[in-house]
T-cell receptor, first 111, second 112 residues
């Protein structure tokens, strides 16, 4: 199984700060998705990135797909308490048709 | 309303007592999955199904069974639950593996 490594595992910041979380693999992604999971709920899709070098923005969230398609990052500008949650990256492992998630980054934004 | 439903939401049981967690989706999705979520380990795929009567093992299939007799339903069966299967379980469906996955609300299982 292709491993997805996410870092950091935990992040606690103050409201208004900026942050970046990462998703890395030793192999090339065909595509990558980012999800956010809030306590007591299932993950919800934020974005899908497909093309190497691609940058997508979702309000204060900026997603970047590495040129070599082996890594991705999520940058949040001026974090708010509502951004608190578990951020997960996921890719489709087409050799086995499995959908693999990274271990996640647990973000807490304090007011 | 398009959704994935799971039942039960919470279950406490004892070692060895067979149980089934049901999953149903009303979006006509082909691909369905079961995951377990444990602290520090993220979501790990247990089994998946790409269509009716087609099921395959994910990363952690030991101790679990599934079936896909109809497109909308994908039950997870624990024939002889053990304490190491205590976890939070999610069912998910998607039109295809490159598309968005829609998750159920989760089933919190405790095996004593």
């Amino acid at each position: 199984t292709q491993l997805l490594e996410q870092s950091p595992q935990f992040l606690s910041i103050q409201e208004g700060e900026n942050l970046t979380v990462y998703c890395n693999s030793s192999s090339v992604f065909s595509s990558l998705q980012w999800y956010r999971q809030e306590p007591g709920e299932g993950p919800v899709l934020l974005v899908t990135v497909v093309t190497g070098g691609e940058v997508k923005k979702l309000k204060r969230l900026t997603f970047q797909f590495g040129d070599a398609r082996k890594d991705s990052s999520l940058h949040i500008t001026a974090a708010q308490p509502g951004d608190t949650g578990l951020y997960l990256c996921r890719h489709f492992h087409n050799a086995g048709n499995m959908l693999t998630f990274g271990g996640g980054t647990r973000l807490m934004v304090k007011p | 309303e398009a959704q994935v439903t799971q039942n039960p939401r919470y279950l406490i049981t004892v070692t060895g007592k067979k149980l089934t967690v049901t999953c149903s989706q009303n979006m006509n999705h082909e691909y369905m999955s079961w995951y377990r979520q444990d602290p520090g380990l993220g979501l790990r795929q247990i089994y998946y199904s790409m269509n009716v009567e087609v099921t395959d093992k994910g990363d952690v299939p030991e101790g679990y069974k599934v079936s896909r007799k109809e497109k909308r339903n994908f039950p997870l069966i624990l024939e002889s639950p053990s304490p190491n299967q205590t976890s939070l379980y999610f069912c998910a469906s998607t039109p295809g593996p490159y598309n968005e996955q829609f998750f159920g609300p989760g089933t919190r299982l405790t095996v004593l």
